[in-house]
């Protein structure tokens, strides 16, 4: 088994803007749809609430891995808007 696991690559947000997320995140009541950038994404692309209570656990349980960062922002993006709309 070889292991895919990364480093979370600075400033790329495609988690935080490709996949729909249905907990409450601050300033998003209702969680975000699929596609839409996360308003606690910065214009940095990083997390405004990144290690506070507020953030979201799901937000918190995702792991970087080869397989769906890749090696470009872009790459991510395309990976996991796919996943998204398998389910």
Partial sequence: MT???????????AC????SISSPIPG????????VRCIQLNEEN???????PERPAVCGQFKA?????GSTNQYAIDVLTELESLT
């Fill in 46 to 52: 990083l997390c405004k609430i990144f290690g506070q």
């Fill in 65 to 69: 891995d080869r397989d769906i960062c």
């Fill in 16 to 19: 935080c803007i490709a996949p």
């Fill in 28 to 35: 998003m009541p209702n969680g975000k749809p699929a596609g």
């Fill in 3 to 13: 292991d895919t696991a990364v480093s979370c690559r600075l400033g790329c947000g």
